[in-house]
């Protein structure tokens, strides 16, 4: 009977596994492990994008507290940020996390890519 239960909650749910959110380390490995001819060549169409839509410098991030942090955009198939891991938990990481999740990129070659970047 139980196991009829939670059938049926997974057929409505339209159950799906959730994998776990990636520690900082772990998303920076899969970025350097990322080939570089592949990531030269987003990274490049990537910053275009985000440079002429001055996505770093909404929110006034920068400002925010003192000191650099690292992070790593995760961005999926179409191109959206799906997730931004920085190596601090501060007002300066909260904020580019505020700036870059969700936003449409360009559609990367491979999914999931993983962009990193230093924020002074």
Do not use: H
Not at 103 to 109: K, L, M, N, R, Y
């Amino acid at each position: 009977m139980k196991w009829i239960l939670l059938l049926t909650v997974c057929l409505v749910a339209g159950c799906q596994t959730v994998e776990p959110r990636l520690t900082f380390d772990e998303a920076l490995t899969r970025a350097k492990a990322q080939p570089a001819d592949v990531r030269y060549a987003y990274e490049e169409k990537w910053a275009a994008f985000n440079n002429s839509n001055r996505i770093d410098q909404k929110g006034g991030c920068y400002r925010k507290s003192s000191g650099p942090i690292q992070q790593v955009l995760v961005i999926d198939k179409s191109g959206v940020v799906t997730d931004v891991i920085a190596d601090v938990d501060n007002e300066k990481s909260r904020c580019f996390r505020q700036s870059y999740l969700d936003v449409q990129f360009p559609a990367p070659p491979v999914a999931p890519f993983y962009v990193y970047l230093r924020m002074r």
